[in-house]
T-cell receptor
C-alpha cells in the first residue's frame, strides 16, 4: 500500500543553520504530498503541499519539490529559527479511488533549534 | 478566522467512565475526521463523516463512537476508556474527499485516563 518514509530524528540545529528533512514515498499513480508541522502540545498545521510532479510548495521560508523520478518530497529551510522547533510530518493522500482522502503519515521528525 | 475548534483541550477521566470530546468547525467543510495520536507517533485515523455518512476504519475499536448532529459539530464518544486510550485526539476537516484537498486540524484534546 501507499507509504511514506521520513528521516528519523531527533535533529538538533543551531539558529540560522540549514535544515533538510528527507521524505520518500511509495504509491501508485500521482499522490498529493504534504508537510505538516506540530508545535508542542498543539494540533497539526499544514506547512506546504504539492499535488503534481515538479510542483514546489513553499511557506514561511520552507520549501519542498515533488520529485516523481526519485519519489521524494524533501523539506528544506535555509536559515532556521528557535521558533521552528517542532515535529514535522510528511504525508501523502490519493490517488486510490477508494481511499483518496486517507493521509498516510511518516513517523515524524523532531527538530530542535538552539539559540 | 475560520477554524477547527476542539473542547476541552485537556480532559481527565477515570478508567471505564464514558467521556465525550467535541469538535466544531466554521469552514463549512463536508468531511470531518477523528484521529488518535499517541506519544511520539503519527496520527491514526479512527473514522470520518462525509456529510451524514459515517465511515469507520477497520481497526477502530468498538469502544469508540462518533456523532455528527449537523455540519458544524462532531463528537467522539469513548464508552469505557482504558489506560491505553490515553492520547491526543485530533479533529480535522476537509472540503471533500479528493486526495488533493488539505485536511485542517484542530488543536487537539489531550485525554488522561486515571
Amino acid at each position: 500500500g501507499d507509504s511514506v518514509t521520513q528521516m528519523e530524528g531527533p535533529v538538533t540545529l543551531s539558529e540560522e543553520a540549514f535544515l533538510t528533512i528527507n521524505c520518500t514515498y511509495t504509491a501508485t499513480g500521482y499522490p498529493s504530498l504534504f508537510w505538516y508541522v506540530q508545535y508542542p502540545g498543539e494540533g497539526l498545521q499544514l506547512l506546504l503541499k504539492a499535488t503534481k510532479a515538479d510542483d514546489k510548495g513553499s511557506n514561511k521560508g520552507f520549501e519542498a519539490t515533488y520529485r516523481k523520478e526519485t519519489t521524494s518530497f524533501h523539506l528544506e529551510k535555509g536559515s532556521v529559527q528557535v521558533s521552528d522547533s517542532a515535529v514535522y510530518f510528511c504525508a501523502l493522500s490519493g490517488p486510490s479511488p477508494l481511499n483518496d482522502y486517507k493521509l498516510s503519515f511518516g513517523a515524524g521528525t523532531t527538530v530542535t533549534v538552539r539559540a | 478566522d475560520a477554524m477547527v475548534i476542539q473542547n476541552p483541550r485537556y480532559q481527565v477521566t477515570q478508567f471505564g467512565k464514558p467521556v465525550t470530546l467535541s469538535c466544531s468547525q466554521t469552514l463549512n467543510h463536508n468531511v470531518m475526521y477523528w484521529y488518535q495520536q499517541k506519544s511520539s507517533q503519527a496520527p491514526k485515523l479512527l473514522f470520518h463523516y462525509y456529510d451524514k455518512d459515517f465511515n469507520n476504519e477497520a481497526d477502530t475499536p468498538d469502544n469508540f463512537q462518533s456523532r455528527r448532529p449537523n455540519t458544524s459539530f462532531c463528537f467522539l464518544d469513548i464508552r469505557s476508556p482504558g489506560l491505553g486510550d490515553a492520547a491526543m485526539y485530533l479533529c480535522a476537516t476537509s472540503r471533500d474527499m479528493a486526495g488533493s484537498n488539505t485536511q485542517y486540524f484542530g488543536p487537539g484534546t489531550r485525554l488522561t485516563v486515571l
